[in-house]
């Protein structure tokens, strides 16, 4: 796709995230979200400690800026039971080994925007995922207003689960968020479609009332937290708020 912001035709290559990219990679979170991270943050990025990065540079980029960064993901491994989806996660025998991607911070530089890049990054993750036996999704939250990377998300076939009210408190302003996830390895969710319509035409089968029992037991066991995401316009109102300050958002905007 041809960039009008680009005067010159570039080359994209995806390596990892190294000592030296600290200074780039702190200016493009500055100049990407609205929210400071700290400098033990990118310390850790850049080390590799607990985090896991992918950059992009422009090989064709001139005046000796081809490995510089223009784009970046982060992300780190969560235990599932430890995490706060684990009630969107299907129980299985082994779940206390079950692992679980957090994409922490992904941005791509303005001028190289619409290129496929943060396509290219998120992919990445999920390879990386996917590689990892014991993960079951890669997850994120993104603030409700930020309609290229919800669009994006979609388009790589996450699924929106929850809007999550006041997650986010930036400047003194609440804001919602989505929940987006992406299951891998066999990971899912613990009431599928297929699994409700079975469940109803067994209902069908053996009668109502024993399938509100099991949807009523099913109901208590893993009481809701949060309201189901609807495609804009449909939203519930939710009944669980996180909220999220400038402080504690360290490693959770994207
Ligand atoms: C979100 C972001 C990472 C996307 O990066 P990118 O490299 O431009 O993404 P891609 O090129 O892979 O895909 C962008 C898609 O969004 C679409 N898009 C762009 N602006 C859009 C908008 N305002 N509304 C809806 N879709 C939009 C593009 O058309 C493209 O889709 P297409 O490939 O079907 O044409 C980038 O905009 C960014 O860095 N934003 C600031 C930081 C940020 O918000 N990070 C994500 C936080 S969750």
Redesign the pocket.
């Known amino acids: 796709?041809l960039n009008i912001k680009l005067s010159h035709n570039p080359l994209i290559q995806y390596r990892p995230i190294r000592t030296s990219d600290l200074e780039v990679l702190e200016k493009l979170h500055g100049d990407?979200?609205p929210i400071r991270y700290e400098s033990e943050f990118f310390q850790n990025v850049v080390n590799g400690r607990d985090i896991v990065s992918w950059g992009a540079v422009d090989r064709n980029r001139p005046n000796g800026q081809s490995d510089e960064l223009i784009?970046f993901v982060t992300a780190r491994t969560v235990l599932a039971k430890a995490s706060d989806i684990e009630e969107y996660l299907r129980y299985d025998s082994s779940r206390s080994e079950q692992t679980l991607i957090y994409?922490l911070?992904?941005?791509?530089?303005?001028s190289?925007?619409?290129?496929?890049?943060?396509?290219?990054?998120?992919r990445e993750v999920i390879k990386y995922a996917l590689n990892i036996p014991t993960c079951r999704a890669v997850y994120?939250?993104?603030?409700s207003y930020?309609?290229?990377?919800?669009?994006?998300?979609k388009?790589m076939s996450f699924q929106c689960l929850r809007r999550l009210c006041d997650f986010y408190f930036i400047n003194g302003q609440h804001y919602d968020a989505y929940l987006f996830i992406y299951y891998v390895n066999g990971g899912r969710s613990p009431c599928s479609p297929l699994e409700l319509i079975k469940l109803l035409v067994t209902g069908a089968k053996s009668g109502f009332n024993t399938v509100a029992a099991k949807l009523w037991k099913k109901e208590d066991r893993k009481p809701s937290k949060w309201s189901k995401c609807k495609e804009s316009g449909s939203l519930l109102p939710t009944k669980h708020s996180k909220r999220m300050s400038n402080e504690d958002a360290l490693t959770q905007?994207?």
């Open positions: 796709m990407l979200f784009g994409i911070t992904l941005g791509v530089a303005d190289y925007r619409n290129l496929g890049i943060a396509g290219c990054l998120i994120l939250h993104v603030i930020n309609n290229p990377a919800i669009y994006l998300y388009k905007f994207v």
